[in-house]
């Protein structure tokens, strides 16, 4: 039994390397959508507010706030439907689970940008 299941995720796996990102990170996916015999790409930015799974059913949570509403959408790492991921903005989190983002509106609902250094060379 646990053999075909293998089978079956090897066939469906996409074998797309997305790009490394954590909870707190700001993020574009483009996703297909199909309306009925016709294909497009649409963009969602949000940020990612956790990370869950591991192996091929690793899926990830991005919110955003559309019209003043909090929009919350879960996307199979594995999923065919992605074209690509973006990486906008990291965040500097200390929680891998940001809900309490959900109870939050406007300026204190901002993630601090994770500052990096450059090396003077």
């Known amino acids: 039994m646990a053999d075909l299941m293998k089978i079956a995720e090897e066939a469906f796996a996409t074998g797309k390397e997305l790009p490394a990102f ?23 930015r949000g940020v990612v507010i956790r990370i869950s799974g591991h192996g ?13 509403i909090g929009v919350e959408r879960i996307f199979p790492m594995e999923s065919p439907f ?7 903005k990291e965040g ?10 959900r ?13 990096t250094v450059a090396k003077a060379q």
């Not at 954590?22 to 969602?44: A, H, L, M, P």
């Not at 500097?92 to 983002?101: D, I, K």
């Not at 109870?103 to 500052?115: H, P, V």
């Open 22 to 44: 954590n909870s707190g990170d700001t993020i574009t996916v483009s996703y297909k959508i199909k309306e009925g015999n016709k294909e497009r790409i649409q963009q969602y």
């Open 103 to 115: 109870n939050l509106t406007g300026k204190a609902a901002r993630i601090r940008e994770k500052q």
């Open 56 to 68: 091929t059913k690793k899926r990830f949570t991005v919110r955003k706030i559309s019209d003043g």
């Open 82 to 88: 992605i074209e690509n991921v973006v990486v906008n």
């Open 92 to 101: 500097r989190v200390r929680r891998a689970r940001l809900y309490y983002l």
